[in-house]
């Protein structure tokens, strides 16, 4: 079975341009989650998805930040402007179940992003 | 809000046992979850505890006292390969809304 996919793996561009970061959930899962995660603060969520809906953007750090799904099997994050302390590592997760499920999360790899 | 406390570092020595601890506050649980997270990848599940007691998964276990808000992972026979980062992660349903938040992270290292 094919595992959450994300894209690209790996991100350079500079401050102030627009970066997108997308993400495919496993068949089937109908939650999906944004995670952001550093050295200083760990692993965050920024915003998560259910059935296609936005449930929780509380994690998301500002307006600079958006995020759609806009179908069950595509998810995009997008930061626009960038700037450096945006640089991190994002993973997008799918789980199957809703809101208090005792369902694992899977992960994808991640999306490097460095802003210079 | 929540608080998730784990060590930030341990060492252990091949063949041997290690417990990582977990500590919370929340103000509505739903279950706890261990992940394993090797250095430059993606965390992966190891267990869920949402009743209090040991659950036991080959050398893993994990356990959970509700009532102290405390968790541990128990790895036994450590191999070269279980150096790595282990979440713990807590489900909050007390804002009527699911919330997972993960701790830091514990960063085993296993030793010859």
């Known amino acids: 079975d094919a595992g959450v996919i994300q894209s690209p793996r790996h991100e350079v561009t500079e401050m102030g341009q627009e970066v997108t970061l997308r993400c495919k959930p496993i068949?089937?899962?109908?939650?999906l989650f944004w995670y952001r995660q550093t050295m200083m603060r760990g692993l965050e969520l920024l915003i998560y998805?259910?059935?296609?809906?936005?449930?929780?953007d509380s994690g998301m750090p500002e307006d600079r930040f958006s995020a759609k799904m806009p179908n069950a099997s595509f998810s995009t994050l997008k930061i626009q402007p960038s700037e450096p302390r945006d640089s991190a590592v994002y993973f997008c997760?799918?789980?199957?179940?809703?809101?208090?499920?005792?369902?694992?999360?899977?992960f994808g790899d991640g999306t490097r992003l460095s802003i210079l | 809000g929540q608080n998730i406390d784990q060590p930030t570092e341990m060492t252990a020595t091949e063949g041997a046992i290690v417990q990582i601890n977990c500590t919370y506050q929340t103000s509505g649980f739903n279950g706890l979850f261990w992940y394993q997270q090797h250095a430059g990848e993606a965390p992966t599940f190891l267990s869920y505890n949402v009743l209090d007691g040991l659950e036991e998964k080959g050398r893993f276990s994990s356990f959970l006292s509700r009532s102290q808000g405390y968790s541990y992972l128990l790895l036994k026979e450590l191999q070269m390969k279980d150096s790595a980062s282990y979440l713990c992660?807590?489900?909050?349903?007390?804002?009527?809304?699911?919330?997972?938040?993960f701790g830091k992270g514990t960063k085993l290292s296993v030793i010859p």
């Open positions: 992660a807590v489900v909050d349903s007390g804002a009527g809304s699911y919330q997972l938040t």
């Open positions: 997760a799918s789980s199957l179940g809703g809101t208090h499920s005792n369902q694992p999360q899977h």
């Open positions: 998805f259910n059935n296609n809906v936005p449930i929780d």
């Open positions: 068949s089937g899962h109908n939650s």
